[in-house]
């Protein structure tokens, strides 16, 4: 003899709202409990998992406001997004801090307005991110497109960024950026490469 009748799935359905309503009146301590110490560190994992979601998102939005304020020349937004002691490392040599960094632009790129909207731009892509704690490392990619004689984009150059980056101030910053000059290939001495 059975203890349970085996219900059909209508049956079923319409027992649900009653093991519902068991299930609630029941007290607490009636209730299947998880293991102490679990609630805390499943909701730690989960403030752990949606911060670092937050921080890749942060670095993404740094790492395209980094081509957005170059290619507008504003040269004092893009410096201050490094660090207070953060490297900018490229064709143009290497430069630290906010100050030096946007000087050395400003020798190299001019201080006045950007060049006609739509004369150059960067395309920025394939944004890998890796998160520990306080510090990230991100690679990426870069285009730097020209207007041709026939007023079509023409890709002038391409390379890769590596980056190393730090929490300063509560907010994402570049501690080193390495720009690096994929095509055309360049000879290049450590440390330094082709800008952009």
């Known amino acids: 003899m059975r203890l349970f009748p ?27 409990q998880p293991p102490a110490g679990a609630a805390k560190s499943g909701d730690a994992s989960l403030a752990a998992r949606i911060q670092r979601l937050e921080d890749i998102e942060e670095i993404r939005v740094l790492l395209t406001d980094y081509g957005r304020f170059l290619d507008a020349h504003d040269l004092a937004s893009y410096s201050h997004l490094f660090a207070h002691d953060g490297e900018w490392v490229g064709g143009f040599g290497s430069a630290k801090g906010p100050a030096g960094i946007q000087a050395l632009m400003e020798k190299n790129l001019g ?13 920025l892509t394939n944004f890998m991110i890796d998160v520990h704690g306080n510090t990230a490392t ?5 285009v730097f497109v020209t207007t041709g004689a026939d007023n079509r984009p023409t890709p002038a150059m391409g390379g890769h960024y590596d980056d190393t980056l730090v929490r300063e101030d509560g907010h994402w910053k570049f501690q080193r950026r390495v720009a690096v000059n994929d095509i055309p290939k360049t000879v290049s001495t450590p440390g330094a490469t082709t800008p952009k």
């Open 138 to 142: 991100a690679w990426s990619r870069w």
């Open 111 to 123: 201080s006045g307005p950007a060049p006609k909207p739509g004369s150059t731009f960067h395309i």
């Open 6 to 32: 085996i219900l059909t799935a209508p049956a079923a359905i319409a027992a649900a709202p009653l093991v519902l309503a068991l299930s609630l009146a029941l007290p607490a301590s009636a209730q299947p």
